[in-house]
């Protein structure tokens, strides 16, 4: 039987041998006429249903049943006239009793497999003497050979870098990655069922935009050949969503990737899940109602628990969420009154004094949006609706009813990071377009996030958009916070990675 685990790094040239000796036994088998990649295995039941279903056996107690499994070996026990063999699929694990007098010359065959060979196997379910539930195996087929060995079994894999370019070995490695993504799942699950039950529709809008828009954020340019156009990939569907809501859907939402051509870091990749929602006849309030709710009930699908531990703090989810004005939060935080240091000069001055770093492009409002993430948002560990923005930042939030210069607008922050941004949506055309027009103005000045001007969702607006709320939810921060990760690249299967060297 070939080696069960990958050579370790000080022996040269290991695992190019151990991928010969596997090739070697691919060709034994092509030679014999074995397929070693058939096309299918029909009626397989998972492990977990299996051991389910046998659990009350008692030690020693053998049955008459047959089932017939499918998976990846994973560990091999025993030599000579009998071996046990762990067969492993999505749902778990079970151990494999190979007999000689059973099997006769498929034996030999079975046993010589490779760890990390795809078998299918039919048997009689028991229970050892030893008490374990197994499968007495009568027939077996190989359904794909392993060409390379896989990760070492009892030490996973650690180097981080690989497990994100190879994510297909973390999960055969990591039990604990493979439960990460089945959380990721039930996440998105909870989250569809939650709205679905509140009479949202769940929509699909453009990827590829001829107008980016809906956040100020750097696109992803292409060019369309047939069109002979350039167009965006998306950075918000927010847009076009609020169209459907002209047209009279009413209440919709969107699961889907956005992409924005900015800085990667441990809560940012260029392509990421978002969550959108919007609803005709609410404002920002009863949005945060709905938010909070919405991410309790997640929570429960997700990991059972509204609570959680976030950085040695337990941290629960469970509505009422503490609601603070931004004003209030950066005044207890920094000293500094924005409402009071309402000039850019003047603000930038006060931030340099507490040794921040000021960008001398940055208007009033994105140095109101630095200190709200560089001095408050790390201190929001409990969940926190921060109410109330200035109208610099939010380009489609409503004017504030009773608040002149602000927004009715939140964003949601929990475990110190923001997962959560809403609005009263803004449905006055003209305001609207004076809004873009300012934008035009930041733009001219070299502001690379400024919104682009877009005259078709000022059409829309013009047939008269009743009064919504609108929510974005980032489904991977939300995923972070719910399993205890530290950065936003362990809930992404595939993040996004510098070329190698």
Do not use: C
Not at 88 to 97: A, N, P, V, Y
Not at 225 to 231: F, G, K, V
Not at 454 to 481: K, S, V
């Amino acid at each position: 039987m070939s080696s069960d685990t990958t050579p370790a790094p000080d022996e040269p040239g290991g695992e190019d041998r151990l991928i010969e000796e596997r090739r070697r036994k691919l060709a034994e088998l092509r030679n014999a006429g074995v397929d070693a990649f058939p096309h299918e295995f029909r009626d397989r039941a998972a492990v977990a249903d299996v051991l389910e279903r046998h659990a009350g056996l008692t030690d020693g107690e053998e049955t008459e049943d047959t089932v017939r499994l499918a998976g990846r070996l994973t560990a091999r026990r025993g030599h000579g006239k009998a071996a046990f063999l762990d067969l492993t699929d999505r749902s778990g694990r079970i151990q494999l009793h190979a007999r000689k007098d059973v099997l006769g010359d498929s034996y030999e065959g079975l046993v010589g497999l490779d760890l990390g060979d795809v078998v299918g196997v039919g048997g009689a379910p028991f229970r050892t003497r030893r008490g374990e539930l197994s499968v007495r195996v009568d027939g077996w087929t190989l359904l794909s050979k392993s060409l390379r060995p896989p990760p070492d079994k009892y030490h996973g894999l650690a180097d981080v870098e690989q497990r994100y370019r190879h994510r297909e070995l973390d999960l055969l490695a990591n039990e604990e990655t493979r439960e990460l993504f089945v959380q990721r799942t039930r996440l998105v699950g909870g989250i569809r069922r939650f709205l679905d039950e509140r009479g949202f529709l769940e929509v699909e809008t453009p990827v590829l935009q001829p107008i980016y828009g809906g956040a100020l954020a750097r696109p992803f340019v292409t060019h369309h050949n047939a069109l002979d156009r350039t167009l965006y990939l998306r950075i918000s569907p927010e847009l076009y969503l609020k169209r459907l809501i002209v047209g009279g859907l009413e209440k919709v939402y969107e699961i889907g990737k956005d992409f924005r051509n900015e800085g990667v870091s441990h809560k940012h990749n260029p392509e990421f899940t978002m969550l959108e929602t919007y609803e005709a006849y609410a404002d920002y309030e009863d949005v945060a109602a709905m938010t909070e709710q919405l991410v309790a009930h997640a929570a429960r699908e997700t990991i059972g628990s509204t609570a959680f531990e976030r950085d040695g703090e337990t941290v629960d989810v469970s509505p009422p969420w503490r609601r603070v004005k931004l004003r209030d939060a950066i005044l207890a935080e920094t000293g500094i009154d924005i409402a009071e240091t309402d000039e850019r000069d003047a603000l930038a001055a006060r931030m340099e004094e507490q040794g921040l770093a000021v960008d001398p492009g940055a208007g009033w409002g994105k140095l109101v949006d630095e200190l709200l993430s560089k001095r408050v948002e790390p201190k929001l560990i409990e969940p926190t609706f921060v109410l109330d923005y200035p109208v610099e930042l939010s380009p489609f939030a409503k004017s504030h009813r009773s608040q002149p210069g602000l927004v009715e607008r939140f964003e949601a922050f929990v475990g110190g990071v923001e997962i959560a941004n809403a609005f009263s949506e803004l449905n006055d055309p003209d305001e609207q377009r004076r809004r873009f027009e300012q934008q035009q103005r930041l733009e001219a000045a070299g502001d690379e996030e400024a919104h682009p001007f877009d005259e078709d969702y000022l059409f829309a607006l013009e047939q008269g958009m009743p009064p919504a709320g609108g929510m974005g939810l980032g489904i991977d921060r939300l995923l972070m916070m719910l399993t205890g990760r530290s950065s936003i690249r362990e809930v992404l299967l595939f993040p996004a990675l510098r070329e190698r060297s």
